[in-house]
Antibody
Framework: QVQLVQSGAEVRNPGASVKISCKTS????????MHWVRQTPGQRLEWMGI????????SSSQKFQGRLAMTWDVSTSTVYMELSSLTSDDTAVYFC??????????????WGQGTPVAVSS | QSVLTQPPSVSGAPGQRVTISCTGS?????????VHWYQQLPGAAPKLLIY???NRPSGVPDRFSGSKSGTSASLAIIGLQAEDEADYYC???????????FGGGTKVTVL
């Protein structure tokens, strides 16, 4: 079955970067888009960006453009999300989520377990 | 403030029917983009409950149903059960933002 397993909780100082991994199994990485979504302490869900491992392309929400990088390693079926210039507003739980179909407006049919990130001095 | 608007909470007794509304605008639900629904239990990741307005993934009980009309959508839980106590989120796509968007979430309480 499809599984997405994310890396563990992180604590960072303001201005630092954080890189989260999401190891996939049960399907071929290049056959599906992957999205990143975060959940704020107030429980609000925010879409961050999308990656197409088959076409070597990524796209970020305007809110994160310039400080969000999404990469992948096909050999290990792992995707990565790196967010830079962190502020306290980036304190959240970060999820990778597989697109059900390969369109920007897809539903998300499998989710990682979430990675808590705390940004504090 | 979320692009899609949901009521913060709804409640009902076991066996009752509850509905959760999701209101958007002409740039998302009104632009014919589908709505999807997720259930989030405490401490867990969201789980896909309804996709493309009315469709249930395999394994989702048929007491959950979805509908969409114009700039609004609804999730109905018919025959509420204790295990349905959770947060529920709607999701769609906004063409002006070029982004997936979510509702603020609705907490369902079983009385």
């Amino acid at each position: 079955q499809v599984q997405l397993v994310q890396s563990g909780a992180e604590v960072r100082n303001p201005g630092a970067s954080v890189k989260i991994s999401c190891k996939t199994s049960g399907y071929t990485l290049t056959n599906y888009y992957m999205h990143w979504v975060r959940q704020t302490p107030g429980q609000r869900l925010e879409w961050m960006g999308i990656m197409n491992p088959n076409a070597d392309s990524t796209s970020s929400s305007q809110k994160f453009q310039g400080r969000l990088a999404m990469t992948w390693d096909v050999s290990t079926s792992t995707v990565y999300m790196e967010l830079s210039s962190l502020t306290s507003d980036d304190t959240a739980v970060y999820f990778c989520a597989r697109g059900m179909w390969n369109q920007r407006f897809s539903a998300f049919d499998s989710w990682g377990q979430g990675t808590p990130v705390a940004v504090s001095s | 403030q979320s692009v899609l608007t949901q009521p913060p909470s709804v409640s009902g007794a076991p066996g009752q029917r509850v509905t959760i509304s999701c209101t958007g605008s002409s740039s998302n639900l009104g632009a014919s983009y589908d709505v999807h629904w997720y259930q989030q239990l405490p401490g867990a990741a969201p789980k896909l409950l309804i996709y493309a307005n009315t469709n249930r993934p395999s394994g989702v009980p048929d007491r959950f149903s979805g509908s969409k009309s114009g700039t609004s959508a609804s999730l109905a839980i018919i025959g509420l059960q204790a295990e349905d106590e959770a947060d529920y989120y709607c999701q769609s796509y906004d063409r002006d933002l070029s982004s997936s968007v979510f509702g603020g979430g609705t907490k369902v309480t079983v009385l």
